[in-house]
């Protein structure tokens, strides 16, 4: 018998610069279907490097980069897009169209990749701003709501064309601690609720902890991988003083 599924991402022997500067070497992970996996680490070691590999902004200079066992950097264009539109990708300040409702924004995937008419794009936008607690805002502007708010407008235009693969850059950026614990909540939804694999960098402890179950640990100083695997399991169990730093936020400095 061989139940064994492939990961849904999986990254080998990666490298990633910025032209002469060297940013992450030697990264081999996997990420697992219905993973909620998180990229963590200090300040510059990397993460939203990862992410704009792993949401192909930024090439490999080495190692590949693996969807369902598919090398994106080495598919044709046509396959590349159609790994792609797999994707829902949150960025840190949501990203909205300023000039555009919250609908607008919501509709603009659905217009531009979907078939949908007018009518079933409205309410498509009403069904997605309704998952993210948006219900009855379609026609607000981004300006005229919160910063927590916004971030769940950007998430529901993320998820408008039903993605199975999430990436969150640094949700929690900037939010109140409820705020941030709501969208802890909604990535765990989501992810149920779209049988979602979901990839979150963040540097946010409580985050970490609360929703993720698989996690890489990037380090700065040697610029690569120093661990993986569940956050919490790390934080019981790591004897790396870089990752118990970082997990405890230095509250078990000195221990024994």
Known sequence: MNNIAKPVIETRRLDLNYDDYHVLHNLSFSINKGDIFIVMGGSGCGKSTLLKAFIG????????ILYDGDNFWDADELQQHKIMRRFGVLYQGGALWSSLTLGENVALPLQLYSKLSAAETREMVELKLALVGLKGYADFYPSEISGGMRKRAGLARAIALDPDIIFFDEPSAGLDPISAKMLDDLILQLRDTFDATI??????????????????????????????????????????????????????????
């Open 199 to 256: 990839v979150v960098v963040t540097h946010e402890l409580a985050s970490i902890l609360a929703v993720g179950n698989n996690s890489v640990f990037l380090d700065g100083e040697s610029k690569t991988m120093i661990a993986t695997g569940n956050p919490n399991d790390l934080l019981a169990d790591s004897k790396d003083p870089r990752v118990i730093q970082f997990l405890t936020r230095g509250k078990k400095q000195g221990a024994g």
């Open 57 to 64: 902004l930024l090439e490999p200079v080495k190692g590949e």
